[in-house]
C-alpha cells in the first residue's frame, strides 16, 4: 500500500513536516477536506449568484483597484490576468525541496475551506507534489505583506498551464507536462487566482525547511563543541546539572545534560587538569547553545501556528455568511521569528569561530595550526580564516529585514513586513553555520589525533572513527578545501533520529 499523509485540520507539526519529507510520503485529501473544500465552493457560487455588490477580489480589482467592479462573463478572466501579472519574480531559483513544501503548505491552507477554491485546483496541486512537478519559483519579488505574490504567482501558473517547471531533473514548459500526464490547464472561478497568490508559504516554507536544519545543526554543535572541548583538554565542571538549576533555563539545561552525556566515560575529560578555568567558548557552551535552542523553539511555536492557518484573503465562513476582507496575509509574525532564527543561529556559528581558533592557537601542549613542523607547513592555519570570513558574512546577513518597510500598491499596501528578505537570508546564513560546524569537526578531529593515547568516550570515538573514512589526519600541507567540502557533505547526510533532536 502507498504511504500516504492525509491533509486535515489535524495539526501539521514541524516534526510532521520532516517525516512526510523524509519518507517520500505522498499526499491525499481526508474525507473532511473534501467536503469544507466543496463547502466553501458552493457557498461563494450560491452568493453571487443571488447578490451583486462588489466584494474584494472577487468581482473587484485588486489592490488599489479594489474600488473597480468586474463583470460576471471576466472573473475568471481576472483570475487569470492575476496569476499571470504577479509573476513577476527575478534572482536565484527557490530550491526545489523548499518549492515542495510550499505546495504541502498551500494545499493544507486551502484544505480548510475559507478560501473558496475548487476541489479541482487543489487535487492538481496534490498532482504536482506527488509527481515531483515542483514550479520554478525566483527567490526575490516578495514584501510578505499581501502574502508572498510573486512567488506563489509563480508556483501557480502551471496550474494554468503557463510557466516553467522542474520536472525528472529538467526545466520544462509547464503545459508540456501536463500534457504528458493528459491533463487540462485549471479554469480559475472566481477568488480562486487571490486565494492561490494570497498567503505565507513562501515564507512559512523557508522557515519550516530551516528549522528542520537548524534543530539538526543545534545538535551536532553540541557534539562538534564536545569533541572541541575534548581536543582542548577541557573541564567537564561547567557542564555539571548544579551549575544550571540554579539558572534554569531549558535550553540551557538540556545542553549540559547532552554534553555531559556525550563525554561519558570520556578518558580524556576525566584526567586531572593543570588548569582551573576554561575560555568562554568552551565553558559557556551551555549558555549560548541552550539560549539559541529556546529560540529554536520559540521560532517553532510560531511556524506551528503558521502552517496551520488561513492566511489568503478575504476569508470566506459559510456558517456564519459571512466574507470578510482582513489580513491574514501580512507576514509580520514570520518576519519577526525569521530574524530572531538568524540572530541566534548565527551566534552558534560565532563561537564556533571561537573554539577553532583556540584549537589552532599552539594551547594546552597542541602543535600551532595543528600539524607536525609548523612552519614548513601551514596546516590548519587558513580554515579558521575561512571561518571567520563566514561569521563576519553571517553578522551583516542576521541584520533585521523587518525593521523596513516600503509602500507598495499606490498607497494601499503602506507596511509591508520584509519577511521573504528575512527568509532568503535565514538560508544563506544557516547554510554558512553549517559550513562553520564543519570546519570546527575537521579542526577537532585532528586536534583530538595529538591526545593519544587516551580517548574520548565510546560515542566520541565511534562518531570521529566514521567521520576519518572520510576526512583523514593531515600530515602535511595538503589542498584543505577539497576536505571541507567532505565534512560538510559529511554533516549534510547525517541522519540523526528525531527524538534527539526536538
Not at 253 to 264: N, Q
Not at 303 to 309: K, L
Not at 401 to 430: C, K
Request: charged letters at 20%.
Amino acid at each position: 500500500m502507498e504511504n500516504y499523509h492525509h491533509i486535515s485540520s489535524k495539526e501539521l507539526s514541524i516534526e510532521s513536516v520532516s517525516n512526510i519529507l523524509s519518507e517520500n510520503k505522498l499526499l491525499a485529501l481526508s474525507q473532511e477536506a473534501i467536503e469544507k473544500i466543496l463547502g466553501c465552493r458552493n457557498y461563494l457560487d450560491n452568493k453571487l449568484k443571488n447578490q451583486d455588490k462588489p466584494i474584494y477580489g472577487i468581482n473587484t480589482g485588486f489592490g488599489s483597484l479594489y474600488n473597480i467592479k468586474i463583470s460576471k462573463e471576466n472573473l475568471t478572466k481576472l483570475q487569470e490576468n492575476l496569476v499571470m501579472s504577479h509573476a513577476c519574480g527575478t534572482g536565484k531559483t527557490v530550491p526545489e525541496e523548499i518549492v515542495k513544501i510550499m505546495l504541502l503548505l498551500k494545499i493544507q491552507s486551502l484544505s480548510y475551506g475559507h478560501s473558496g477554491v475548487q476541489l479541482e485546483t487543489v487535487q492538481r496541486l496534490l498532482d504536482f507534489y506527488n509527481h515531483d512537478i515542483l514550479p520554478v519559483v525566483y527567490t526575490q519579488g516578495s514584501l510578505g505583506a499581501s502574502g508572498d505574490l510573486a512567488p506563489l504567482a509563480h508556483l501557480s501558473l502551471p496550474l494554468l498551464g503557463k510557466g516553467e517547471v522542474c520536472f525528472e531533473g529538467e526545466v520544462c514548459d509547464a503545459l508540456s507536462v501536463l500534457n504528458k500526464f493528459g491533463w487540462h490547464p485549471i479554469k480559475l472561478q472566481s477568488k480562486e487566482g487571490l486565494a492561490l497568490l494570497n498567503g505565507t508559504q513562501f515564507m512559512s516554507a523557508y522557515g519550516t525547511y530551516l528549522l528542520i536544519k537548524s534543530f539538526k545543526l543545534s545538535y551536532l554543535a553540541d557534539l562538534i563543541g564536545s569533541i572541541s572541548l575534548e581536543a582542548f583538554d577541557g573541564r567537564v565542571e561547567p557542564f555539571n546539572e548544579l551549575v544550571h538549576l540554579v539558572r534554569p533555563h531549558n535550553g540551557q539545561l538540556k545542553t549540559a545534560e547532552r554534553v555531559r552525556e556525550f563525554l561519558e566515560g570520556s578518558e580524556l575529560i576525566s584526567q586531572e587538569k593543570e588548569h582551573v578555568q576554561d575560555p568562554y567558548s568552551f565553558r559557556c557552551i551551555p549558555q549560548v547553545h541552550g539560549a539559541t535552542k529556546d529560540t529554536l523553539d520559540f521560532v517553532r511555536k510560531t511556524f506551528t501556528t503558521e502552517i496551520n492557518a488561513v492566511t489568503d484573503n478575504p476569508n470566506i465562513f459559510s456558517a456564519e455568511d459571512e466574507i470578510i476582507s482582513g489580513g491574514n496575509f501580512h507576514g509580520q509574525p514570520l518576519a519577526l521569528v525569521l530574524d530572531y532564527l538568524k540572530i541566534a543561529m548565527a551566534e552558534l556559528g560565532n563561537i564556533s569561530e571561537r573554539r577553532i581558533f583556540q584549537l589552532v592557537s599552539g594551547l594546552r601542549g597542541l602543535p600551532t595550526f595543528l600539524v607536525d613542523n609548523p612552519g614548513l607547513n601551514s596546516g590548519f592555519m587558513i580554515p579558521q580564516y575561512t571561518a571567520a570570513s563566514i561569521v563576519s558574512a553571517n553578522k551583516q546577513l542576521a541584520s533585521p529585514a523587518s525593521v523596513d518597510s516600503i509602500v507598495s500598491s499606490n498607497g494601499q499596501e503602506d507596511h509591508v513586513s520584509m519577511g521573504a528578505n528575512a527568509a532568503t537570508q535565514s538560508y544563506d546564513l544557516i547554510n554558512n553555520v553549517e559550513r562553520v560546524l564543519s570546519i570546527e569537526l575537521f579542526n577537532a578531529a585532528q586536534a583530538l589525533s595529538f591526545r593519544r593515547p587516551l580517548k574520548s568516550s565510546e560515542f566520541i570515538e565511534s562518531f570521529l572513527n566514521i567521520f576519518k573514512t572520510e576526512v583523514g589526519f593531515v600530515s602535511n600541507d595538503r589542498e584543505l578545501y577539497f576536505d571541507i567540502e567532505k565534512s560538510i557533505k559529511f554533516i549534510q547526510d547525517l541522519n540523526i533520529d528525531a527524538s534527539e533532536l526536538y
